[in-house]
């Protein structure tokens, strides 16, 4: 059975740092170019960082510089670290293979309060 785990969300201020981490279980993430994504309230869902097999990277325009993606292929775990968070940034993030989905973690909470 197919599991991703999102974690590592919380409260910050702006400027503030988070790491985010993605477990998978029954997905290999180094197979698979991956990807983080968020939603914001009333929005729809958006992509945010891809991450190649061969571990090229590729971000989102309002992220690029702030956001890095990585992966540990030894822990099939996946990471955004995001700095100089701003308020915009406040969303849920979920992670998922950007080609093919699989069923949609519980994503986790990151909130920039201003």
């Known amino acids: 059975q197919v599991q991703l785990v999102e974690s590592g969300g919380g409260l910050v201020p702006p400027g503030g740092s988070l790491r985010l981490s993605c477990a998978g279980s029954?997905?290999?993430?180094?197979?698979?170019?991956m990807a983080w994504y968020r939603q914001a309230p009333g929005k729809q869902r958006e992509l945010v960082a891809t991450?190649?097999?061969?571990?090229?990277?590729n971000y989102e325009d309002s992220v690029k510089g702030r956001f890095t993606i990585s992966r540990d292929n030894a822990k099939n775990t996946m990471y955004l670290q995001m700095n100089s968070l701003k308020p915009e940034d406040t969303a849920v993030y979920y992670c998922?293979?950007?080609?093919?989905?699989?069923?949609w973690g519980q994503g986790t909470q990151v909130t920039v309060f201003s």
């Open positions: 991450i190649t097999p061969s571990s090229n990277t």
């Open positions: 998922n293979s950007r080609a093919a989905p699989v069923d």
């Open positions: 029954g997905i290999i993430f180094r197979l698979r170019t």
